[in-house]
């Protein structure tokens, strides 16, 4: 399954983007998508995650009440609301695609980048 992400952008410090990742396949139940994030020089950092079946989410602690996940199972599609942005989210970010009992992601987009100005 291929990956590509869209709807990066620059905004000011507290608007807002919404941000896209398509996969060119059927996701099958049992698979879980996910947001990543890595800004130059730090690590990849965990943002959200969905499970393409229950619809149960999860999020990383730094964007808890700020960003949401969400699917669309008929389009193979999911998105990443992101609200409230701050400075410290410009990143890349990169949805990938694992199965539910598996911690290594099968499949990667190349990211799409955020960049948030004070």
């Known amino acids: 399954v291929q990956l590509v992400e869209s709807g990066g952008g620059s905004v000011q410090a507290g608007g807002s983007l919404r941000l896209s990742c398509a996969a060119s396949?059927?996701?099958?139940?049992?698979?879980?998508l996910s947001w990543y994030r890595q800004a130059p020089g730090k690590e990849r950092e965990f943002v959200a995650s969905?499970?393409?079946?229950?619809?149960?989410?999860e999020y990383g602690l730094s964007v808890q009440g700020r960003f949401t996940i969400s699917k669309n199972n008929d389009k193979n599609m999911m998105f990443l609301e992101m609200n409230s942005l701050k400075p410290a989210d410009t990143a890349t970010y990169c949805c990938?695609?694992?199965?539910?009992?598996?911690?290594?992601?099968?499949?990667w987009g190349t990211g799409t980048q955020v960049t948030v100005s004070a």
């Open positions: 396949g059927r996701i099958l139940p049992g698979n879980v």
């Open positions: 969905i499970a393409w079946s229950s619809g149960h989410t």
């Open positions: 990938g695609r694992r199965l539910v009992c598996i911690t290594n992601y099968a499949d």
